[in-house]
């Protein structure tokens, strides 16, 4: 079956950095494109970031261009989340997402609390 699971958060001070892992299993990873998502408490989940198949990427949220990349290890199938320069306003749950003939898969995710 299909499984995403995220990894890499934490509590972390104002201006660090974290790297979230997605590790995904029951597909052929290499084939999809994989997207970032995140809560933040009291809010609409929002889209962060894309990857294409071969590595193309796409950061959609304002908030977080130039201080985060996505990318992915096809021969790991792994998805990565790199963040730096972090705000308070990073807090949230961040998801990993597939979406799959038509039907999208989330992972558990994982907490990122950037707090001093």
């Known amino acids: 079956q299909v499984q995403l699971v995220e990894s890499g958060g934490g509590l972390v001070q104002p201006g660090g950095s974290l790297r979230l892992s997605c590790a995904a299993s029951?597909?052929?990873?290499?084939?999809?494109?994989m997207t970032w998502y995140r809560q933040a408490p009291g809010k609409e989940r929002e889209l962060v970031a894309t990857?294409?198949?071969?590595?193309?990427?796409?950061v959609h949220a304002d908030s977080v261009k130039g201080r985060f990349t996505i990318s992915r290890d096809n021969a790991k199938n792994t998805l990565y989340l790199q963040m730096s320069s972090l705000k308070p306003e990073d807090t949230a749950v961040y998801y990993c997402?597939?979406?799959?003939?038509?039907?999208?898969?989330w992972g558990q995710g994982t907490q990122v609390t950037v707090s001093s």
């Open positions: 029951g597909f052929t990873f290499s084939w999809y494109p």
């Open positions: 990857i294409t198949m071969t590595g193309g990427s796409i």
């Open positions: 997402r597939v979406v799959l003939t038509n039907r999208p898969f």
